[in-house]
């Protein structure tokens, strides 16, 4: 069984705190994600990472940058938090099983993280 | 760019009632479609996938490339359907692509 944890559940900063997200997987996945979850604007994709060292901006990348150092592990950091990064973090991964194929996202539970 | 609508944000039917949940797309080349379900305080799920065709917990989903929709039915609704659900595309590049476009999900509620 496919298991993505992360290190807090919930988490409250204050601004301009450098915040640190962490995610770790146990199934030798290449590929990690990490989203942001808000009401009404749905998932949305903030950087992802398909092998070891390498990192790909997604969808909204600005005030966020992430780490991955080793194959199970991929943080995400927040260099200086702001209330508008208030939000619930998932991170998921995937394996990348032929060129073409897609492979099941398997999610986190969720960090919901707090800026005040 | 590619971009997934549902178009609705909260979704109320009654148990043993019909549901379908809308999803259309933009996207100019051939996309794989995906729906994603979160139940109450469970983490994020893969349901189903356009090119598997199969029924999941009585969910089906059929891509129509014409009218570039890809809704989610089920011809009788129970209570432990409740729950958000997510319509996700996939661009097929054809050189290895992993990322996901998510909607902005549509909340179902089955009033018993």
């Known amino acids: 069984d496919v298991k993505v944890t992360q290190s807090s559940r919930y988490l409250v900063k204050r601004t301009g705190e450098k915040v640190f997200l962490e995610c770790v997987q146990d199934?030798?996945?290449?590929?990690m994600f990490w989203y942001r979850q808000d009401p009404g604007l749905g998932l949305r994709l903030i950087y992802f990472?398909?092998?070891?060292?390498?990192?790909e901006k997604g969808d909204i990348p600005e005030g966020y940058s992430v780490s991955r150092e080793k194959k199970e592990r991929f943080s995400l950091i927040l260099e200086s938090a702001s209330t508008n990064q208030t939000s619930m973090y998932l991170c998921?991964?995937?394996?990348?099983?032929?060129?073409?194929?897609?492979?099941?996202?398997?999610f986190g539970p969720g960090t919901r993280l707090t800026v005040l | 760019a590619q971009r997934v609508t549902q178009p609705e944000k909260l979704l109320s039917v009654f148990k043993g009632a019909p549901v379908e949940l809308k999803c259309n797309y933009s996207?100019?080349?051939?996309?794989?479609l995906f729906w994603y379900v979160q139940y109450s305080r469970q983490r994020l799920q893969l349901l189903l996938r356009?090119?598997s065709r199969e029924s999941i917990k009585g969910f089906t989903a059929d891509l129509n490339k014409g009218e570039t929709s890809f809704h989610l039915k089920k011809p009788f609704a129970q209570e432990e359907d409740s729950a958000m659900y997510y319509c996700?595309?996939?661009?097929?590049?054809?050189?290895?692509?992993?990322?996901?476009?998510f909607g902005k999900g549509t909340k179902l509620s089955v009033i018993p």
């Open positions: 998921a991964s995937s394996n990348r099983q032929g060129v073409l194929s897609y492979n099941e996202q398997f």
């Open positions: 199934m030798d996945h290449e590929n």
């Open positions: 990472s398909y092998d070891v060292k390498m990192k």
């Open positions: 996207y100019s080349g051939s996309p794989e």
């Open positions: 356009h090119i």
């Open positions: 996700a595309l996939r661009p097929y590049s054809g050189a290895g692509s992993y990322q996901l476009t």
